[in-house]
């Protein structure tokens, strides 16, 4: 029987946590939380794959179970999560306690939970929604409802409830994180920053939230070398920047303050999106090493998953030290552990197509978005494959989903106009490549002002299409004469 099962035998009244967060109730539950959400080794519920069985529970004596417990864990592209935030097992576990009479709101609460758990998500919602409309303050209703609107790629309806669940419980982690998951991915990096800071902050330094916010910092630094090497200008900064990330120095003078600073430069970043700024990026990408860094000095001499250990490893390999041979064998120990967790098989996936093995990165992804299919990193090894492969209509179903799943998202939006582009459809491809492009999106060489150009000229708008044309040429002849005068300078 695990903890909470010892406690709540106790005699412990249902009602008192079940409804309202009343505070004793509340510290009650708190003692026994950790050894319901740590991952692995966890006593308590595990959820399943869509089409898996049902996960077991910590059974109280006398209290049967049934199903397989799993690693099938659908968390955050972020870091590590139990699908389940504490406060939510502890719904099923006190749920098998007893039978009887319920109230409308518990007994919604108890259906939504088990439907979250067996990863049902877009079953539970309707369901939470119900619960939370006779408790609209009730903590479990909206931390739950937040996570599974989340799950179904509905980031701008989960950042509500997740707010509003912080609120009632304000020295909880588990909101946080879940909301800074959510800014992630509706594009606001300083509100994502600010969340997952709160959450390890909230945590006093829990695994979970650790492991979260590092995940968080590593994403930012390679999106952000992306970035920076999408033009000429900001490739010097990259290089510089892939020295100083894993240099010994950064651990003093530039580390200091990073943790604090990182959401002003985000939003200074953000501010100058139209001409970016390299200096403020390379700035912002060291911050993000130092904390991925600490962070993963502090999991990996306390952690008790052993499995985040060397997910976070191969994390730092692959993002900050690019050797993604190494990185693969971090995250195969890690699935010897959980061997159907699908963010250790995306992350493997990105490693073996960085090591040059395609075969290998589609099957991994494919594993992966079997276990949870919106897993965005599995579905960008996918498109960038197909689109590799110069098979575009292969690759449109994964970035239509990318980009309706994360609207804040530039780079998806431009992937998915070329690739309308590319299959014959030049209005729905001019939806994503316009507004991309006004708002400043790097086309160094001009190459997406050609696509527009000829998606114009099939549309008939041929006045449109020869200024497009124009500002690509633009582009391209300045391109040129910058990688003339360089190639220049460097003979001399």
């Known amino acids: 029987m695990g903890r909470y099962g010892e406690r709540m035998a106790g005699g412990q009244s249902r009602a008192l946590w079940l409804r309202n967060g009343v505070a004793d109730g509340w510290a009650f539950l708190g003692p026994g939380l950790k050894a319901l959400i740590l991952w692995p080794g966890s006593s308590g519920l595990k959820p399943t794959a869509p089409s898996g069985p049902a996960p077991s529970g910590p059974a109280p004596s006398g209290t049967a179970t049934s199903g397989p417990a799993t690693s099938g864990r659908t968390g955050c592209v972020c870091g590590v999560r139990s699908l389940c935030a504490g406060a939510a097992i502890a719904i099923g576990a006190w749920a098998n306690l007893t039978a009887g009479a319920q109230t409308g709101f518990q007994a919604l609460l108890e259906q939504g939970f088990d439907l979250h758990r067996q990863a049902r998500f877009s079953e539970a919602i309707p369901v939470l929604e119900r619960a939370r409309k006779l408790e609209p303050a009730d903590y479990f209703a909206n931390l739950l409802l937040g996570i599974d609107l989340l799950r179904v790629g509905k980031a701008a309806d989960a950042v509500p409830r997740l707010k509003l669940a912080a609120r009632v419980k304000p020295a909880e982690e588990f909101p946080e994180d879940y909301l800074g998951e959510a800014e992630a991915t509706l594009g606001d990096e300083a509100l994502a920053a600010e969340a997952f800071e709160e959450a390890v902050a909230r945590g006093h330094d829990s695994e979970e939230a650790i492991t979260a916010w590092a995940g968080f910092a590593l994403e930012r630094f390679r999106e952000i070398g992306e970035q920076l090497r999408s033009s000429d200008a900001g490739l010097a900064m990259a ?221 008939g708008r041929d006045a449109e299409a020869d200024a497009a044309a124009a500002e690509a040429r633009r582009l391209s002849d300045a391109f040129q004469a910058r990688s003339t005068h360089e190639g220049a300078s460097d003979g001399h």
Not at 242 to 270: F, H, M, N, W, Y
Request: some cysteine; charged content about 30%.
């Open 239 to 459: 290089r510089r920047l892939e020295k100083d990330a894993v240099a010994p120095a950064l651990e003093t003078s530039q580390a200091k303050g990073c943790a604090a600073a990182i959401p002003a430069l985000e939003r200074k970043l953000a501010l100058k999106s139209a001409h970016f700024d390299a200096e403020t990026a390379y700035r912002l990408s060291i911050c993000y090493a130092v904390e991925a860094g600490a962070a993963a000095g502090k999991l990996q001499a306390g952690g008790e998953d052993q499995a985040a250990v060397h997910r976070l490893r191969g994390d730092v390999l692959l993002r900050l030290k690019g050797d993604a041979a190494a990185a693969e064998g971090e995250y195969r120990q890690g699935l010897a552990l959980h061997a159907n967790d699908p963010e250790l098989l995306e992350r493997l996936a990105e490693a073996e197509l960085s090591a040059g093995d395609p075969e290998g990165a589609k099957q991994s992804a494919q594993a992966a978005l079997a276990l949870d299919p919106h897993r965005r990193a599995a579905l960008h090894t996918l498109a960038e494959l197909a689109m590799s492969d110069r098979d575009y209509a292969r690759a449109l179903p994964y970035l239509r989903q990318l980009a309706a799943e994360a609207p804040g998202d530039r780079a998806d939006q431009v992937q998915l106009g070329r690739a309308l582009a590319q299959t014959g459809e030049p209005a729905e491809a001019l939806k994503w490549l316009e507004p991309a492009l006004k708002a400043g999106y790097p086309d160094e060489k001009g190459a997406l002002h050609a696509l527009e150009a000829g998606a114009l000229r099939k549309l």
